[in-house]
T-cell receptor, first 116, second 114 residues
Framework: GAGVSQTPSNKVTEKGKYVELRCDPISGHTALYWYRQSLGQGPEFLIY????????DSGLPNDRFFAVRPEGSVSTLKIQRTERGDSAVYLC??????????????FGPGTRLTVL | AQTVTQSQPEMSVQEAETVTLSCTYDTSESDYYLFWYKQPPSRQMILVIRQEAYKQQNATENRFSVNFQKAAKSFSLKISDSQLGDAAMYFC???????????FGQGTRLTINP
C-alpha cells in the first residue's frame, strides 16, 4: 500500500482482556515504531524495530505490553490484562532507514483503544 | 533527556492571513533533526516540514516555513495564506542523531476562521 495502515481503527474492550493491534508499514521500510498518544497529549515512544528485532523497547510502560515483528514487515502490539489507563490512540510509524540519521517517520492513522 | 515545549495550546487565524506556531526544545546534543507534524481529526500524523540542525538555512515547503534559532533552541512554524484545510493539531518533534525515537511537544490546536 501507499502508506502505513493500522487495524482495527477502533477497539473497545473490557478491563482485564487481551488485545492485539496491527501495523502494516510502507513496503520496503525496514524500521518500525510504535507510539502511544493519550488524550490531549503528543505521542510518546513505546518501541522500535529494525528488521525483526526490537532494537529499543525502553518506552513500553510495563510487562503487560509486548510487540513482535516476526518477518520484518507487519508488527503486532499486544496488551495483556488491559487497564482503563491503557485507553489511548496507538500510532505506528515506519521509515526507510534509521530515523536517527534523518530518515523521516511516516505515521499510520492509529488505533483508538478504549478500555471500559 | 530531550524535551519539546509548545507553549500555545490553541491558536486561531483568519483565512488568508499568516500565523506562527512556537516551539522550544532542550537537548545537550549538537546534531539532531526537528519536525513539524499536522494531525487532523482523522488522527493521521502528516509531515509538514523538517529541519536538520546542521543547516543554517531555514526550511521552506510552499506556504510553510520555519524560523530555526539553534542558539535559542527555538523552532517556530510560519503558515502563510492560511487555508481552511490547515485547521488541525500541530506537533513539534525532535530526534537526536543516532537515536530512533521522536520526542513530541504537547501540540497546538490551530483554528482557521473563514
Amino acid at each position: 500500500g501507499a502508506g502505513v495502515s493500522q487495524t482495527p481503527s477502533n477497539k473497545v474492550t473490557e478491563k482485564g482482556k487481551y488485545v492485539e493491534l496491527r501495523c502494516d508499514p510502507i513496503s520496503g521500510h525496514t524500521a518500525l515504531y510504535w507510539y502511544r498518544q493519550s488524550l490531549g497529549q503528543g505521542p510518546e515512544f513505546l518501541i522500535y524495530f529494525q528488521g525483526t528485532g526490537a532494537a529499543d523497547d525502553s518506552g513500553l510502560p510495563n510487562d503487560r505490553f509486548f510487540a513482535v515483528r516476526p518477518e520484518g514487515s507487519v508488527s503486532t502490539l499486544k496488551i495483556q490484562r488491559t487497564e482503563r489507563g491503557d485507553s489511548a490512540v496507538y500510532l505506528c510509524a515506519s521509515s526507510s532507514g534509521l530515523a536517527g540519521v534523518g530518515n523521516t517517520q511516516y505515521f499510520g492513522p492509529g488505533t483508538r483503544l478504549t478500555v471500559l | 533527556a530531550q524535551t519539546v515545549t509548545q507553549s500555545q495550546p490553541e491558536m486561531s487565524v483568519q483565512e488568508a492571513e499568516t500565523v506562527t506556531l512556537s516551539c522550544t526544545y532542550d537537548t545537550s546534543e549538537s546534531d539532531y533533526y526537528l519536525f513539524w507534524y499536522k494531525q487532523p481529526p482523522s488522527r493521521q500524523m502528516i509531515l509538514v516540514i523538517r529541519q536538520e540542525a546542521y543547516k543554517q538555512q531555514n526550511a521552506t515547503e510552499n506556504r510553510f516555513s520555519v524560523n530555526f534559532q539553534k542558539a535559542a533552541k527555538s523552532f517556530s512554524l510560519k503558515i502563510s495564506d492560511s487555508q481552511l484545510g490547515d485547521a488541525a493539531m500541530y506537533f513539534c518533534a525532535c530526534i537526536i542523531q543516532g537515536a530512533q525515537k521522536l520526542v513530541f511537544g504537547q501540540g497546538t490546536r490551530l483554528t482557521i476562521n473563514p
